[in-house]
């Protein structure tokens, strides 16, 4: 190494000199340097009038040393070739192989090692050649580096045709093949990126890019700049195709600039891995999106936080809640170390159910499913299920039954004990009817967890289920607040009646969302299941059975259950169309068809079990206001129906940070990239959406 | 009570944000360093505080630097600089054994022979401030005012190649910068691709 300090210089010096100064005086084919020989290609021995003409300049190198992509990476420098060609002929770009990845120290460079083809087409115009051989000539600059890095530079001739012969060289041909194999696929593949909101990283997604899971998968842009080559890449789990975590570049990109670049897909194959380019162009995501890259993780917790207090009030949990305060108003006399109890068991009971659903969604998404929030309420034979367990509720608070030591069912259980389990039991309950309401934070805070690490999105679950469970937690655990709730008395029985009414509503509401999943037969079926539970009910109120008998019960139920909501389990119980000629089906292709003419659209995300997206219709889409303004300005109305699992609309969703529904997107006339509208509609948010006009 | 829960999160997501290590960024605080130069001197960045200071990544091995050190564009600057009170500190971060790792006294007399004029060339066989300014190349440039924020990353100029003749068509980054805040304008062009070879941690 003293060598390199000292005595090396001078030998480097001389040696590029060399270079610099010895181009072969007239040209030839090939140069040779200490680290490469370089040689000027031709593909075809002689030129056509009208032809694209490819020519090829090939590098040999010597062991461990290499040349750079179009994009050196942290260092380094490109090849730059200067084309002198007959008059009127023109040089296209260079056309670069895949390139490998070249760590130089803690530093990337993007690059190849031992050979590189990098074609060019030439374009001969029409007309007579001019006459006699004609001369290429290139003029070429490179740097070839080991650690140390050399420029190097040649000029390049080749005369043509090929004296003595007019057939293809096969050695070339077969280079020319090679050198074609290492391009990047052709079709280039679209996607999409987003800066995070501190500008350190950059989420690519490439939705119709299907990469195995086993493989490396890396991302080069071919400009310096926006990415840092050197920075690790994470994947990220991806509803569907691709998404990378990479770290920006010195210049992030800014505005509404596309991205483009290489994935690069590396499969182990033996020794050398298998690898595969991809040229992408990725378009920014536009910051009003709520992109859920920009949520920082404390930011969705507390979203998360928030939208559990508010699940408190929707209506698929109130019912619930109300049984949960009748529990107290019995407690009440209770000792206080009961009510503690009772208030972790319930809170312990919700925490878990949602951790379970965060696992349950994980699983889902890990074995690739699109599925998104409320995906339960999406299966037509759960939401039976969820009727007819509301009705049992029901039945049990008017009084049609009850329940000692019953095992009929958690559902039963529920309001009947008194115990820890019953509790806990409730808090499962009310996590499990709270997962369609989609309260507004929770959007948002879901999408995150959709498409972050499975610590994050346990965390962020979690936070969920803490907003959820407080406030009867709270009241549980603070004799103050319990002093506040009315002392026991004959009223309880009324009240207790009084409940049973908005879990007949909540059956009502269920049974309307399955008349919109499945045909009439099904539904037919799944009304009669509800008049076997009733049945069922009032035969275990009139006579409770115990032993056998009991077991019987359960099993004639379950059978005729079985039996019954078979057809509703059926793959295609055929949504009815909900889209008629004023609210035209959502599509993707739609949508660019309608801004591609000009028309301003709004897409309405929908489904019917979303109350949040039946009020939002209600008071701010049907109305009267609403509909004049659509039809003044000739705004195409589109509906994204998701009521029954469609993976192109819930990819759609978390493309906008969301994994759930409501979602509103307003295509101004002539733009590609939607506003996102908020979750909460009101004719004045509308209005003012479409005064921009 | 929403509002300031939101500006409680967001602060709090803003804190945690900045405690992360990272490259710099213009417009922020460039990070501090103490380095020590071939004569032994300690110097630290905090002590130019009211003074712009350059950082110049080098390696006199690197046929990018030998391009700028053969023609004399990188001594001609740094004459400039000293003569606008601007320190110029040329830093070495090539690991021992590595090319361009230098003993205190051989930098010195690369100092001497290419009639260089920093004000100090700090050693840097660790590649702690190398690292702590993500030095990708040499020459990679950085200016920072000052208030010591950062204002200037990048190369030395406009034309990546290693030909020399290419420097008088170049546009000078670094002096261009050091002229327009001399002007009291805007840096018109803040950050840069560096070129050049790879700094040999």
Redesign the interface.
Known sequence: MNLMKAGCFPLFLCLWLLVLLAPPAHGAATVSTPHATVTLLSEQPQAAPGQTLWLGLRFELIPHWHVYWRNPGASGAAPVVRWMLPEGWTAGDLHWPVPQRIPVGPLTNYGYAEAVTLLVPVRIPEGPLPSGPLTLTADAEWLVCQVECIPESGRFTLELPHPGSLTGNPETQRLFAAARAQWPEADRVTGRYRLAGDARTLTLEAPGLAVDDRAEVWFAAYEWGPVDPSGAQSRQPAAAGLALRVPAGDLPPTGAVPLDGLVVVETPNGSAPARRGYAVRLEAQPAATGASETLGLLAALGFAFLGGLILNVMPCVLPVLGIKVLGFVREAGANHRRRVGHGLSYGAGILLSFLALAAALLLLRASGAALGWGFQLQSPVLVALLAYLMLLVGLNLSGVFTVGAGLMGAGQALTAGSGLFNTFATGVLAAVVASPCTAPFMGTALGFALTRPASEALAVFLALGVGFALPVALLSLWPAQVRWLPKPGPWMKRFQQALAFPLYATAAWLLWVLSQQTDARAYGAALAGLVVVALAAWLYGQWPPRGWRLGLLGAAVTVALLLLLRPVAGPDGAAPARADSERLAWSEARVRELTAAGRPVFVNFTAAWCITCQVNERVALATENTQRRFADRAVAYLVADWTRRDPVIARQLERHGRSGVPLYLWYAPGSETPVVLPPLLTEGIVAEVLQSL | M?QS??R???I??VL??GS?V??P?VGEPAPDFTGVDTQGKTHQLADYRGKAVVLEWTN?????V?KHYGAGNLQEQQREAAAQGVIWLSVISS?P???G??SPA?ADELTRSRKAAPHAVLLDPEGRIG?AYGA??TPHMYIIDEAGKLVY??GIDSL????PADIPKATQYVRVALKERAAGQPISAP?T?????????
């Open positions: 929403l829960f939101l409680f999160v967001l709090a997501f945690h944000a992360a990272a490259a960024r006199h091995d690197c046929p990018y030998r690991a054994g590595q090319q790792h230098v051989e690292r990708k190349t990353m990048g990546a190649t290693a030909d950050v691709r560096p070129y050049g070879c790879s700094v040999k941690y």
